[in-house]
């Protein structure tokens, strides 16, 4: 009896013992978390030096949006394009010249003979500043005397960006390279016209 006593005695000693050396174990460490923190700085000056030479490399697209495209020309100094609007279609030559614009084998004054048809055809020239600059031989056909303008002033400004691709842009901005695809809506079954429909008689 008087042994188990002396254990029990001894036990709680050794366990006050084991807990107090824990703790200094625990509280040895912090001291010497402050060196880290020194070569924490130096880490972060390195650090910036690697994004700089990542964010150098991008400059080179700037160059390459500058770039022109190459000129196309025919045999005879010439540039050719085709123009679509409604259903006419307009085969455009385009060479430098005094602003004669031959259609059909027509003068424009004959073939178009509104104003407004004329004023049509001669808004490229007026975007890019290249007035009486240019002359245009073109064949066109189908539709009407509108679509036919229309077709003609998209053939135009495809065959200018080709004989001066700097010009490109401002006739690209205003919107006379793309084909406008508005078209006549077909007849509908059961009606006069595409949504037009024949009087209804209630009695």
Known sequence: MSDDRQNTDKAPSDSRQSLADLAALTQAPPPAAPEPEADAPAAEDAAPAAPAEDEAPPAPPQGIQAVLREQQ???QGRAYATGRRKDAVARVWLKPGNGKIVVNGRDQEVYFARPTLRLVINQVFDVAERRESYDVVCTVKGGGLS???GAVRHG?????????PSLRVAVKQAGFL???????ERKKYGRAKARKSFQFSKR
């Open 147 to 149: 679509g036919q303008a």
């Open 73 to 75: 020309l025919d045999k």
């Open 156 to 164: 135009i400004s495809q065959a200018l960006a080709r004989y001066e």
């Open 178 to 184: 793309t084909r406008d695809p508005r078209v006549v």
